[in-house]
């Protein structure tokens, strides 16, 4: 053993990283009067660095203990090392080396000889956040030496790079690395990892474009032992992009009554919901503004299940989750909790088709009452009564609608598996026969504003005024994004429907061609065994109940935003918020205990919103592993990391059939979009709202999804192709490329570039 340092630096050597030439002097020689130092190097200058075999341990690294010298001359480089021998006896050393009970009669100091690199750039690459964000890596650089930019002697730029999904953003004045450098050094991190550990500290140099690996060392202040995963697979359909502090909060609380719902269901053990109590309420998290699934908990409660080494895998693909990994370990219960378990699960689930019928009788009723009561006059007490009897009437039943999914996922896993193994079918002829469900009720809100549009014409001013009204009462609260309370729907903003009509008729031929499709009744074909069938009757009530209770659930919000509306005004009024909208920056408890206790919360609002120009500049990531509680990035400014894939072929998940060729429109921002007609839409995601816009579309493809994301089921409805699950799908295609795509068995291809085609902004 030589230290860590020489050790470190051997090993990375013989694994082909590129470190800088160097030789050790060993302790015992070190200590001689005369040092003769004789290393053939053709360089002129040198780095002289200490190799203690107590620096850099796991529980001491006497990091700034020892000096460390550059551009050491050969003839001074025997001082130098004189110099560091005896900084052992220094006050300060002496001084960490007591509080860590360490002896330094046990030290023994080798010394390295390094080429001294005169480098244009320098700085260390965390492999880990040291803040605690263990799938980000932080790269810290400055122009010139790496001694300027430790001792912060020059200006730096921080780069942060999500290991995930692969996207970046800076930190600085200047962009000091090109797309290639970030990508070779994380390329070479992964190699240092398997040498050294997956959380470390490396420095390196740049020289003329050339990278040159200084010394590596563990991070030891993180905590991994237990880590927490956000990920947002399938959630991020419902929460595309930023949500205000209202909606986010009320997603914790909704999924916080729901999951301790289906809990007692299948647990019916109040000692053993006590005992994960904090992992039942705690089923999603939010970082800078976005909401993720704390997936880590949910594996968590899965394991309860039967069989839920075989359901877990079903789940995953049903979400379209990506990272497959997870903690294995069963969970630690008794045998009769376990058997009484197993038990429920399957009695529940067996109840869900006819629970999900009084469900919904029971949320029709629901409905009926609020609005007969309801009235924008209102005071805060009242609205606020009226909330919390919504909150206790809907989580007494609303878990079903869990295990509604959890009876769609397993009966649609079991049918495509038994297609694949047991019939030989190919993904087009699964998803062909999975979407016989004709009606579904998330068409109904299409089919009726393309009849609505249809019927302009037809009837007076008075009439028509009055159809209009009748569909935003069934269906106001359905549009894009309509789950973030924020958002404004045909019911707050009347207008929209006005436009969107407008829109749907200017082009009467095509509008009348799409309302007659609706009519056309989608059968599947009687040629499958009866097993088949009994599974896609299965997969396709859970599909079937799992779409009506979407729509209801954006009737849900749609109510929630009537009260929340309605004391965005009484708030005004009382001087407690600025503007109406202001609420939204509010989370649900602060906006309840207002009605009881009002007072001025302006400032408040304003330093939220301060908070969220920073979180809309921040790149999107899929998944943040954390190393103990999720946290909110805190800087004084961002820049984008621009970054394109050359790719020209793509592969995702076919979910509707067809081929389409045509000009591709990138959706970053939906609320930005003015025209679709006759565009294949590219985006990252799709929420239930997505029905209006892909009536006009030639087709449609997303990095996220699944079989059973909305995108996939609304597009076989309308029959139009899709494909879900395309990796580095927004960093190969953006708007303006001819592209081609079978929805038959996932295909993209990019036929033509765009005439502006240039990099893609992550």
């Not at 609303?398 to 193994?421: C, E, H, P």
């Not at 002829?429 to 019927?455: A, C, F, H, R, W």
Request: charged letters at 25%; aromatic letters at 10%.
């Amino acid at each position: 053993m030589l230290g860590k340092k020489i050790d470190n630096l051997i090993k990375m050597r013989d694994a082909g990283v590129n470190v800088p030439a160097f030789t050790v002097v060993p302790y015992e020689e070190a200590l001689k009067d005369e040092i003769i130092f004789d290393y053939p190097s053709l360089r002129k200058v040198f780095a002289v660095r200490s190799s203690a075999n107590i620096e850099d341990g796991k529980f001491s690294s006497f990091a700034g203990q020892f000096d460390t010298f550059l551009n050491v001359s050969r003839e001074n480089v025997p001082s130098k090392i004189k110099q560091i021998v005896n900084s052992i006896q220094r006050e300060s050393v002496k001084a960490y080396a007591m509080r860590k009970s360490l002896d330094l009669g046990d030290v023994e100091m080798n010394i390295i000889v390094q080429d001294m690199i005169d480098s244009d750039i320098a700085g260390v690459l965390f492999t880990a956040n040291p803040q605690g964000l263990l799938n980000e890596c932080v790269i810290t650089v400055g122009r010139g030496l790496g001694e300027g930019v430790v001792s912060s002697k020059v200006d730096t730029t921080s780069y942060y790079y999500n290991v995930t999904d692969k996207v970046c953003y800076f930190e600085g004045c200047d962009n000091l690395l090109s797309s290639e450098l970030i990508e070779e050094l994380i390329a070479s991190s992964e190699i240092i990892k398997k040498l050294f550990g997956d959380y470390l500290d490396i420095e390196f140099a740049i020289k003329d474009g050339v990278i040159y690996f200084l010394q590596v060392r563990e991070i030891t202040t993180l905590k991994t032992d237990n880590p927490l995963v956000l990920d947002n697979s399938n959630i991020v359909e419902s929460y595309p992009g930023i949500s205000l502090p209202l909606t986010i909060s009320f997603v914790n609380l909704v999924y916080s009554g729901v999951l301790r719902g289906v809990c007692e269901r299948v647990l019916k053990n109040n000692k053993e919901l006590r005992k994960h109590e904090d992992i039942f309420l705690n089923m999603t998290g939010h970082v800078n503004g976005r909401i993720y699934y704390k997936i880590s908990n949910w594996y968590t409660v899965l394991k309860y299940l039967p069989f839920s080494k075989k359901i877990i895998p079903v789940w995953q693909e049903m979400l379209g989750v990506k990272n497959k990994s997870y903690n294995s370990d069963d969970v630690n219960v008794n045998f009769f909790v376990r058997m009484m378990t197993y038990f429920n699960f399957f009695y529940e689930l067996l109840c869900v088709p006819r629970n999900m019928k009084k469900l919904n009788a029971k949320f029709i009723a629901i409905n009926n009452d609020f609005y007969s009561r309801f009235n924008d006059n209102l005071g805060s007490s009242e609205l606020v009564l009226m909330f919390n009897e919504l909150k206790n009437k809907l989580f007494s039943c609303w878990d079903v609608t869990q295990l509604n999914d959890m009876y769609a996922f397993i009966f649609t896993g079991l049918l495509k598996s038994r297609m694949k193994r047991k019939l030989r079918k190919t993904d087009k002829e699964i998803n062909d026969y999975i979407s016989g469900i004709s009606n579904i009720e998330s068409m109904k809100p299409v089919v009726e504003i393309t009849k609505l549009s249809l019927q302009k014409d037809e009837l007076t001013a008075d009439e028509f005024e009055i159809a209009k009204k009748e569909y935003i009462r069934k269906f106001g609260d359905r549009n894009l994004e309509e789950l973030k309370l924020e958002s404004r729907t045909f019911r707050t903003n009347p207008e929209l429907l006005d436009a969107k009509i407008d829109f749907y008729r200017e082009d009467i031929n095509r509008l009348k061609a799409t309302y007659k499709s609706f009519s056309t009744k989608k059968v599947n074909s009687d040629k499958y065994d009866w097993l088949s069938k009994i599974y896609v009757q299965r997969s396709s009530l859970g599909i079937y109940n799992r779409e009506i209770s979407r729509l209801n659930r954006s009737r849900i919000y749609g109510i929630v935003r009537c009260i929340i509306e309605a004391l965005g005004k009484r708030y005004v009024e009382q001087g407690i918020i600025e503007k109406e909208f202001d609420i939204y920056y509010l989370k649900i408890d602060e906006i309840l205990n207002l009605a009881e206790t009002p007072s001025n919360v302006i400032e408040l609002v304003r330093e939220r919103k301060e908070k969220y120009k920073l979180y809309r500049e921040l790149p999107p990531y899929s998944r943040l592993v954390f190393a103990d509680k999720e946290f909110d990035k805190n800087h004084v400014a961002v820049n984008s990391y621009k970054k394109t894939l050359k790719k020209d072929e793509l592969q995702g998940t076919p979910c509707s059939s067809g081929i389409v060729e045509g000009e591709a429109l990138v959706i970053s921002n939906v609320c930005d979009v003015k025209n679709v007609k006759d565009k294949i839409l590219i985006t990252k995601m799709t929420d239930p709202g997505w029905v209006f816009l892909l009536t006009s579309a030639k087709g449609v493809v997303s990095e996220k999804g699944s079989l059973l994301s909305h995108t996939a089921i609304i597009s076989r409805e309308i029959g139009i192709p899709s494909i879900v699950g395309v990796k580095d799908l927004m960093l190969s295609i953006q708007s303006g490329d001819v592209i081609k795509i079978n929805g038959g068995n996932g295909k993209i291809q990019i036929i033509k570039r765009g005439l502006n085609h240039e990099t893609c902004q992550v």
